[in-house]
């Protein structure tokens, strides 16, 4: 196993792993945050960051089954797992249908094999089709990632890449742009010139592209880097987006519950230490203040392209949208046609979507 060196997720690389150690810690610490958190009702469970796929199939059945032993699971539960679609992971597919997954997300990133080298990734573009062709045939539900704003990548490849990608979707298509991130492998070659990413101007393009041939295609944005068609969105990631309670368990897991942040430990070895003998590996609790919980829905909230529901917003901050929203930098916001005021709350424009961290910024003064 390998990390992508554009990914900042808490992978690492790793040798043997002991299957049944790390089954029985996952349960463990599930069973914890079922103590706190009774009577819950799940409509997701997420198997994502890293590689989940190379994770075992009986141990998601055993996950599956300890949460359903633990919280009442709602009918139409959504179970998604992240996956490679390199050939032997593919050829699990069925093994994790069959342990109770019912949508499947590939981590596809470009349909060109000269991109998926460059981004490291350990699959073809062949290899990529493939499993997405066998996602489409074993499970109701699936997405797959695409990254564009590519060094050297003009808006006509992406229009021809995105074409083949349009052509390959099921209900739902998360599409990037390539950023550099800090403590990436990425970083450093980026700062010494190695490459050269898309001016502003170039990735506006790309994104207006994007948003037009997805329209086209019916599967439109409702959130900066998602698309779906009408009830393909994810519901699971909607969940932090509108700022609902999760429990994140494993190395490097965040969760959400009761207004309180939670973070496991990140180094896997110490987080099984921590579970096996605390049977939890929280590393970090913060309970977030009325102020602190309202400034992260606004971040979050304004990153979906419905926008911010005020009431809905109230009832889980604590605090009106409008006490929130400093008025001179939602004034200029709203001159610079940047965000709407609604007839239900606020929401960013397309403008105001592709500089998002600039408006937040603006209108939390």
């Not at 994770?55 to 139409?76: C, K, R, Y």
């Not at 492998?185 to 010494?192: E, I, K, V």
């Not at 506006?204 to 041939?213: F, I, K, P, R, V």
């Not at 392209?305 to 604590?318: K, L, P, R, S």
Request: net charge negative; aromatic share 8%; proline share 4%.
């Amino acid at each position: 196993m390998s990390k992508c060196p554009y990914c900042d997720f808490n992978s690492r690389a790793m040798g043997a792993v002991d299957h049944h150690r790390w089954r029985a810690a996952y349960g463990t610490e599930l069973a914890h945050f079922a103590r706190r958190a009774p009577g819950r009702r799940l409509t997701s469970i997420y198997f994502g960051g890293g590689t989940p796929s190379l994770m075992e199939p009986a141990t998601v059945a055993a996950i599956i089954e300890a949460a359903a032993g633990h919280f009442t699971l709602a009918p139409d539960i959504e179970i998604t797992l992240e996956a490679n679609p390199s050939t032997a992971e593919a050829g699990r597919f069925a093994d994790f249908r069959a342990a109770g997954i019912n949508r499947l997300s590939i981590g596809v990133q470009a349909l060109d094999d000269r991109a998926l080298s460059f981004l490291g990734r350990g699959h073809s573009a062949a290899e990529a089709k493939a499993a997405v062709a066998l996602a489409a045939r074993l499970f109701d539900r699936f997405s797959f990632d695409l990254i564009c704003a590519r060094p050297g990548q003009t808006q006509a490849d992406w229009a021809a890449e995105l074409a083949q990608g349009l052509a390959m979707a099921g209900d739902h298509l998360s599409l990037y742009q390539l950023t550099i991130e800090d403590g990436t492998a990425f970083a450093p070659a980026y700062q010494r010139g190695d490459f050269v990413l898309p001016e502003d101007d170039q990735a506006a393009a790309l994104y207006g592209l994007t948003q037009e041939m997805c329209d086209a295609a019916g599967l439109p944005a409702y959130e900066v880097s998602n698309h779906a068609r009408p009830g393909g969105e994810s519901r699971h990631n909607l969940t932090y987006w509108q700022g609902g309670d999760y429990v994140g368990i494993g190395p490097g897991a965040h969760g959400r519950l009761n207004r309180t942040a939670l973070a496991q430990r990140r180094d896997p070895g110490a987080w099984l230490d921590s579970v096996e003998k605390d049977s939890h590996g929280t590393a970090e609790e913060e309970t977030l203040d009325a102020r602190t919980r309202a400034e992260e829905l606004v971040m979050m909230g304004l990153r979906l392209n419905a926008g911010i529901d005020a009431e809905i917003f109230a009832a889980a901050a604590g605090l009106p949208l409008w006490q929130v929203i400093d008025p001179a930098g939602l004034a200029r916001m709203e001159q610079g046609g940047f965000v709407i005021r609604t007839a239900d709350g606020l929401r960013a424009t397309p403008s105001g979507l592709l500089m998002l961290n600039g408006v937040t910024g603006a209108l939390l003064v």
